[in-house]
């Protein structure tokens, strides 16, 4: 587990669909899109002079990067709330749960799994939180795929 992808609000970015699966793809469609030349006709396709850009930094750089490190919602009211009470971790608040968490807890639009993790994390601390982590991210585990599992 690399601690700097522990979000505010106990998520952890390794295990987000757009760190595990959709960045991977995107270097992969762009390794083969430069094999088959489209970087010399990208521009005669419709929207490739936007797209072409976009895909190569996803490629390159990654989509996203952890919501510490400015990736994600930059009005979330987690992080600005963590960031303001200087706290690395929501589940080290004397105030958690409090009402910030509503929707994340929520099944049908929230993570589902979350307020069992926040609970782990805070009864068993940050290394068996990170093992359950790993083990996940291992089984390819995304937070996407729970939400799907959560809405059968």
Do not use: H
């Amino acid at each position: 587990m690399d601690k700097k992808y522990i979000c505010y609000c106990g998520l952890y970015c390794e295990n987000c669909a757009v760190m595990a699966k959709v960045a991977p793809a995107a270097k992969v469609l762009y390794d083969e899109m430069c094999g088959a030349g489209f970087e010399n006709v990208i521009s005669y396709i419709p929207g490739g002079d936007g797209f072409w850009p976009f895909l190569k930094s996803m490629a390159e750089d990654g989509l996203c990067v952890s919501c510490k490190d400015g990736g994600g919602n930059p009005g979330c009211a987690v992080r600005i709330c963590a960031k303001e009470k200087g706290i690395d971790v929501c589940v080290l608040c004397g105030e958690y749960p409090c009402e910030k968490f509503d929707a994340f807890f929520e099944k049908s639009v929230g993570y589902p799994t979350l307020k069992q993790d926040n609970d782990l994390f805070r009864e068993q601390g940050v290394e068996a939180w990170g093992k359950m982590q790993d083990e996940r991210r291992k089984a390819g585990f995304t937070y996407s795929d729970s939400k799907r599992e959560e809405a059968k």
